[in-house]
């Protein structure tokens, strides 16, 4: 019995050592990691820092090999879901011929200890995008920037550069969001079609419709209605590793990445109300008159925010200069899923703003 007992407590202990031993590994690499990538160019910029935003506390990063390019600040989707832990991974593909500035907006990420909020509100996320780039302009000496929304934030940003064209270069949109309700029949036309001859898709789609769209229930029905039939953001997953991504993230701390993801409902939860209330006010129907260049790249199967609204919407717009790109067989995730061929594109973008 007593060799027994001593046999297994040696195994216990080696289980013990070698578990020690994998997060030692862990640690020193993620270590390395982060100091990697929390370099600075030469030439260039790479800070995190807390700016004051109309009486709150906002996050940014600045990263850029070169500060003599032009900025340009990215606006994260949802509303009310920052992409801080991992969006490094793609806007830095970016960063040989724009400084990218990457924004925890109100409540979310970084930011939601610092600006905490129970209502959120068209007035004051319009505000807050003014103060923000009136600061960048100021730190970074600038007379003016460029702005790249993501689904909330191409609605976001559209109504930015539609209100203060004096602040920006240009405007790019990619997963355009144009209107709330438009955007929301239009799939579920999309999804009736779709689940045609199946009884099953047929009994999730009852749970969900443009007049009932904001209980879980529903929200869950039009999210599985979506991966059902091959259209949600994730179809093609990234093409980039997230676990390393996460791990290797240098403005995160393991005690960050816990809170986010122990925060992220408390985060979202006044972006609900705001997403089908107060932000119809944002709505671009009607809005088609730019005193800046306007670019959309979009997928050709994106119904998170509609691809054919967003044609639509550009056919109508009246720009310096307009420019649509088309990532063929892409979702609402091109970003993510295709970052590459989207910095190519953002290349593109960029040459000929130089040019113009």
């Not at 013990?16 to 600075?40: C, D, E, K, M, P």
């Not at 393991?254 to 006010?281: A, C, R």
């Amino acid at each position: 019995m007593k060799q027994t007992i001593k046999v297994i407590g040696k195994i216990l202990q080696s289980i013990l050592i070698s578990f020690a031993s994998i997060i030692i590994i862990l640690l020193v690499v993620r270590h390395i990691g982060r100091t990697v990538n929390g370099r600075i160019p030469d030439g260039g910029i790479n800070e995190s820092m807390y700016v004051d935003i109309n009486g709150t506390k906002q996050w940014i990063n600045i990263y850029g090999q070169d500060r003599d390019n032009p900025v340009l600040l990215y606006l994260h989707g949802g509303p009310g879901f920052a992409t801080s832990p991992y969006d490094y991974a793609f806007t830095r593909k970016w960063s040989d011929v724009y400084t990218v500035v990457t924004w925890d907006q109100r409540n979310c990420g970084k930011s939601y200890r610092t600006s905490k909020t129970d209502t959120i509100t068209a007035d004051v996320m319009m505000q807050d995008g003014k103060a923000m780039t009136k600061y960048l302009l100021d730190y970074m000496n600038k007379e003016r920037i460029t702005l790249l929304g993501h689904s909330w934030g191409s609605l976001f940003g559209a109504n930015l550069a539609l209100e203060y064209p004096e602040y920006y270069e240009a405007f790019i949109g990619t997963g355009q969001f144009i209107d709330y309700m438009e955007n929301e029949q239009r799939l579920y036309e999309a999804a009736q079609e779709w689940s045609e001859g199946d009884e099953e898709g047929k009994t999730i789609l009852a749970k969900w419709s443009p007049d009932n769209a904001n209980s879980e229930e529903a929200l869950t029905a039009r999210t599985v209605i979506m991966e059902r039939y091959g259209y949600d953001m994730w179809k093609d997953d990234t093409d980039y590793d997230m676990y390393t991504t996460l791990l290797f993230n240098p403005n995160y701390t393991i005690k960050d990445l816990v809170g986010h993801v122990k925060n992220i409902e408390k985060e979202q939860k006044p972006y609900w109300k705001f997403f089908s209330g107060d932000m119809t006010k944002l709505s671009l129907t009607g809005k088609y008159d730019y005193k800046v260049p306007y670019y959309n790249i979009n997928g050709d199967m994106d119904y998170q925010t509609n691809y054919w609204l967003a044609c639509e919407y550009f056919e109508q717009v009246n720009a310096p200069q307009k420019e649509m790109f088309v990532m063929k067989n892409a979702t609402h995730g091109l970003l993510e899923s295709r970052s590459e061929e989207f910095s190519e594109i953002l290349h593109k973008i960029a040459e000929r703003q130089k040019n113009s």
